[in-house]
């Protein structure tokens, strides 16, 4: 795939990656979440990748890139197929707290760029 941006897949991995352990030293509510996350994507009557499945359909309404990242490597790291993240991808479902965090990322960077200016 030519148009396939790498570069962004990249940043959106490394920035997650910073923002997390940022959040985890500096907020209660974020522990929370990641312990909510945590909880929720464990086996059950569904099973984590049908979890995933609907996190990517989700995912995909709010447009979340940051989100379809995530869910679609965790989707494929639990065996989903192709088609099953295709069709996954065609759900259109409500989804939670989850988009907070990664607005939350560009704050973290706003506070941190204002911090060290003065």
């Given at each position: 795939?030519?148009?396939?941006?790498?570069?962004?897949i990249?940043?959106?991995?490394?920035?997650?990656?910073?923002?997390?352990?940022?959040?985890?030293?500096?907020?209660?509510?974020?522990?929370?979440f990641v312990?909510?996350?945590q909880?929720?994507?464990?086996?059950?009557?569904l099973?984590?990748?049908?979890?995933?499945?609907?996190?990517?359909?989700?995912?995909?309404?709010?447009?979340?890139?940051?989100?379809?990242?995530?869910?679609?490597?965790?989707?494929?790291?639990d065996g989903?197929?192709?088609g099953?993240?295709?069709?996954a991808?065609?759900?259109?479902?409500?989804?939670?707290?989850?988009?907070?965090?990664?607005s939350?990322r560009?704050a973290?960077?706003?506070?941190?760029?204002?911090?060290t200016?003065k």
């Open positions: 795939m030519e148009n396939l941006d790498k570069n962004k990249e940043k959106i991995v490394k920035t997650r990656k910073q923002a997390h352990g940022y959040y985890l030293q500096k907020s209660k509510v974020y522990q929370s312990d909510m996350e909880e929720t994507y464990t086996n059950g009557d099973s984590k990748k049908q979890k995933e499945l609907i996190a990517i359909g989700i995912s995909v309404v709010i447009n979340c890139e940051s989100c379809m990242e995530w869910h679609i490597k965790q989707a494929i790291d989903a197929t192709e099953e993240i295709i069709e991808i065609e759900v259109g479902i409500e989804m939670s707290g989850g988009p907070g965090t990664a939350a560009f973290m960077n706003v506070l941190e760029y204002y911090k200016d």
